[in-house]
């Protein structure tokens, strides 16, 4: 079976308003500049991108992963260890075409992959700045690094652009996750 990878990510937009690409299904329209859940609208924001020598070690190999660290998140847990970045939105505002750089400056000072952490929200973006940066020369495995709480929809539309999947296990059970990692609702 082929994978048609330019109307996945085509698809992958289209989640996006109403927005529908994480379980939180909170229909924002995100590409009319409306916040979802996950406090993101249509831009991109990345807190940091850098050679990180502290992930798994088959992820981190000798020379490093080239991690990609997204700005807000669909789950808002009480634990986060990145709260200014998960929950503050502490980042800089990135086009395609700075995402697309980063991934090729990643690979060109020798990292193992590219690592993108908390894609989840990002992911019609992300796919569109993979398959782009592949046609520039990027040749390196891709990595999801998610929280876990992802929609088996967007999931099916990244077959063929990404290459390792790893995401967090949390929690055992409905009720703790319920608890510890509700999004954050203020205003109301």
Not at 149 to 158: A, K, S, V, W
């Amino acid at each position: 079976m082929t994978i048609d990878i330019e109307s996945n990510v085509s698809k992958l937009f289209s989640l996006l308003s109403p927005c529908r690409l994480c379980p939180n299904d909170c229909g924002a329209k995100r590409l009319e500049g409306e916040p979802g859940k996950c406090r993101t609208a249509n831009d991109i924001y990345v807190a940091s991108a850098n050679i990180h020598h502290s992930e798994e070690p088959p992820i981190s190999g000798t020379k490093g992963s080239g991690t990609i660290f997204f700005a807000n998140c669909s789950l808002s847990c009480v634990f986060c260890q990145n709260y200014p970045i998960s929950q503050l939105g502490h980042a800089n505002l990135y086009t395609l075409e700075q995402l697309v750089a980063t991934m090729l400056k990643l690979q060109s000072k020798g990292a193992h992959n590219i690592n993108f952490v908390t894609p989840t929200h990002y992911a019609a973006h992300m796919a569109k700045a993979v398959v782009i940066a592949k046609k520039q020369g990027l040749t390196i495995p891709i990595l999801y690094n998610s929280s876990g709480y992802d929609c088996i929809e967007t999931l099916r539309l990244l077959e063929g652009i990404i290459d390792i999947y790893m995401p967090d296990a949390k929690y055992s059970d409905n009720t703790t996750a319920q608890k510890y990692s509700t999004p954050i609702i203020t205003g109301t």
